[in-house]
Nanobody, 120 residues
Framework: QVQLVESGGGLVQAGGSLRLSCAAS????????MGWFRQAPGKERAFVGA????????YYADSVKGRFTISRDNAKNTVYLQMNSLNPEDTAVYYC?????????????WGQGTKVTVSS
């Protein structure tokens, strides 16, 4: 089992920045690809981005490419989502997730989510 706890959400004005964190416990953190997802009100959960086990590769949805950056610190069992140039369309609950497989599938472990609200 892997337990994931997100933090760092909140209210921010359009154009602002936030950094989300996701702390992991349980099994060896570096064994997992870590992903970020989001669910906006009335919409399905959507992929935001992911980072490889070593942190050497990252993958992003087109909607956030160039604005969001994912990083991880395997010594601290933590993955981060730096969000810049936020706009109201980024308002959502953000979830981190862990996959023992690949960045595009089989996310077996999920956090409880942290809410991000971007005001115009």
């Amino acid at each position: 089992q892997v337990q994931l706890v997100e933090s760092g959400g909140g209210l921010v004005q359009a154009g602002g920045s936030l950094r989300l964190s996701c702390a992991a416990s349980g099994r060896t953190f570096s064994n997992y690809v870590m992903g970020w997802f989001r669910q906006a009100p009335g919409k399905e959960r959507a992929f935001v981005g992911a980072i490889a086990r070593s942190g050497g590769s990252t993958y992003y949805a087109d909607s956030v490419k160039g604005r969001f950056t994912i990083s991880r610190d395997n010594a601290k069992n933590t993955v981060y989502l730096q969000m810049n140039s936020l706009n109201p369309e980024d308002t959502a609950v953000y979830y981190c997730a862990a996959s023992g497989s690949s960045w595009y599938k089989e996310y077996a472990y999920w956090g409880q989510g942290t809410k991000v609200t971007v005001s115009s």
